[in-house]
């Protein structure tokens, strides 16, 4: 808590633009997110969504503003600390995004070797997210052989395993059906209940009231308003 | 590290087609650099017994007086580039080519009178023996009024000179090539990896993988791929070498000549040039494929 009683901010974002030479995708974006909050953000089709997700993790700079994640200006990041900046986070994609090459027990433990841990380790918290995912009999099947909704599962466990302070989940249920989803989004929240902090960026309405949490609305690049839905999960 | 020897090993395996070109491409290259390096090596081991040997041969005129020679001895000892000077006779020259000729002794039972004039052979220091210092030297000897002619194989030395001179050049520029040509061969083969590893190379990135992460197990594999193509490639020429010194042996038997392998030296320098090779395509592979997508920046 801050001084006046505010939750200490995990993200914060001050007047961000990101333009894409004359369009507009984001403007003038300024926006508080606390420690162990449920964020959506949602909009229709080229809101932003996306974009705002991506800056964040340094998918890509902002045009103008400042961004901090975690006390780190991301406007004054030099190049080879972007990748400790990415270990704070845990991103979950609509596409999934697991190698297709890969066992689900490589995918995962991906994460945990580029943070440079040890063999042992590794071992544990792999066979440990897995576990807690409901994919631990899978766990030497390739991506490919699996449906939707277990591959997103092995990209929620991949974007457990390292620990991270923060997932961005973009679109995570966009192409899973109505069970397949539920269970990403009681992952997602298992994840928040630990005390970690979620923001998920979707366009489903349904999803939003069946979950409960604040929402940021994005229209046409432009914050619209900062809303609660269903159980307030902050 | 040994995930980084894991991941190396398991591209290798995974790509082995294009692995398996790429290694027989720097074997085949080590292979035919080397061979020129060991020709080369055991050519100047023939020339040099030769150079050892090399002397000026200085014929004086019929009429020069006996009592001319040791002057003439004592001033051709003192020129520049003479490491010693021996009289022979007109008569001990003609011994010595009844002795040379012995097999043909009728060629030279009819001789009336000696036909040859006296001489002085000279024989010059190592450091002198280039063409050029011996023409120099030869110069000085036709000077001197006593001395008809002066016989040193010029031609032979300077086209002995030349053929060594362009050995040289053309391995330089053999080495080149292949040098080049393994590079381009291995950076190839890389770039093809990375092109089938780019979408893990983009999720290691955001899952906060660092450069040297991403990088690691591809220079593995450039130094994995140099060092097997060149342990092939030199074994693919021990085994020639041992093939052709057995039979060569045999000819060259009685003769000062001794073929020789290539010195541990030299394998451990071709070997590690090999490696160098593997290095630098993949660096330069690496170099271009994140010069279009920069690691650690933004995606």
């Known amino acids: 808590m801050t001084a006046n009683g505010a939750p200490e901010a995990l993200i914060r974002l001050f007047h961000v633009h990101k333009r894409y030479g004359p369009k507009h995708a984001l403007v003038d974006i300024s926006l508080d997110i606390p420690k162990n909050a449920f964020y959506f953000v949602t909009g229709p089709s080229g809101a932003g969504k996306t974009t705002l997700l991506r800056l964040l993790y340094l998918g890509e700079r902002a045009s103008e503003g400042q961004i901090l994640v975690d006390g780190m200006n991301l406007s004054r990041i030099p190049a080879k600390r972007i990748p400790f900046l990415r270990r704070k986070f845990g991103i979950v994609f609509q596409d999934y995004k697991l190698i297709p090459t890969k066992t689900v027990f490589e995918n995962v433990s991906l994460v945990l070797e580029a943070a ?57 249920t966009g192409s899973l059906d109505e069970d397949s989803a539920a269970v990403i989004v009681d992952l997602l929240k298992g994840f928040h209940t630990r005390g970690g902090t979620v923001l998920l960026a979707t366009h489903d309405r349904s999803l939003i009231k069946k979950t409960g949490g604040r929402v940021v609305h994005l229209h046409q690049g432009h914050l619209k308003e900062i809303t609660s839905a269903g159980l307030d999960y902050r | 590290m040994m995930r980084f020897y894991r991941r190396a090993f398991q591209d290798i395996i995974g790509n082995r087609f294009v692995n398996t070109l790429t290694v027989i491409t720097i074997a085949l290259s080590v292979l035919i650099v080397s061979a020129f390096v060991l020709f080369f090596i055991n050519t100047a081991e023939l020339i040099d017994p030769w150079k050892q040997g090399a002397r000026i041969m200085v014929y004086l005129h019929d009429q020069v007086p006996q009592e001319r020679i040791e002057p003439l001895l004592r001033q051709i000892s003192g020129m520049y580039g003479v490491d010693h000077a021996t009289f022979i006779s007109r008569q001990e020259g003609l011994e010595r080519l009844k002795k040379s000729m012995k097999r043909q002794p009728s060629l030279l039972e009819n001789l009336k009178a000696n036909p040859l004039p006296d001489a002085f052979e000279i024989r010059m220091i190592p450091e002198s023996q280039s063409e050029a210092a011996m023409e120099v030297l030869a110069n000085g000897l036709e000077a001197l009024p006593e001395i008809a002619e002066v016989e040193y194989g010029q031609q032979w030395i300077g086209r002995i000179s030349s053929i060594v001179g362009l050995f040289r050049l053309g391995g330089y520029a053999l080495g080149a090539l292949f040098f080049a040509a393994s590079v381009f061969i291995v950076a190839n083969t890389v770039r093809l990896v990375l092109y089938s590893r780019r979408q893990e190379v983009e999720i290691m990135r955001l899952v906060g993988a660092t450069d040297g992460f991403i990088k690691a197990p591809f220079y593995l594999e450039g130094l994995i791929l140099g060092a097997a193509g060149g342990t092939l490639g030199l074994g693919g020429l ?45 660096y330069l592979s690496l170099r271009q494929f994140l010069g279009q997508t920069p690691l650690s920046e933004p995606l």
Not at chain 1, 118 to 125: A, D, N, S, T, V
Not at chain 1, 133 to 159: F, I, T, Y
Request: proline share 5%.
């Open chain 2, 238 to 282: 021990l085994a020639a070498f041992l093939f052709a010194s057995t039979s060569l042996d045999q000819s060259l038997a009685g003769t000062l000549l001794k073929l020789r392998f290539l010195p541990l030296s030299t394998v451990a320098l071709v070997l590690a040039g090999s490696m160098v090779v593997g290095w630098l395509g993949c």
């Open chain 1, 116 to 172: 440079g841990k040890k063999f042992r380790l590794i071992q544990k918290k792999v066979r440990s997210v897995l576990r807690t995912v409901g994919m631990e009999d899978k766990a030497e099947a390739l991506p490919p052989s699996l449906s939707g909704g277990e591959q997103q599962r092995v990209a929620v466990a991949r974007a457990v395993a390292g620990d991270p302070k923060i997932i961005l989940a973009d679109e995570p």
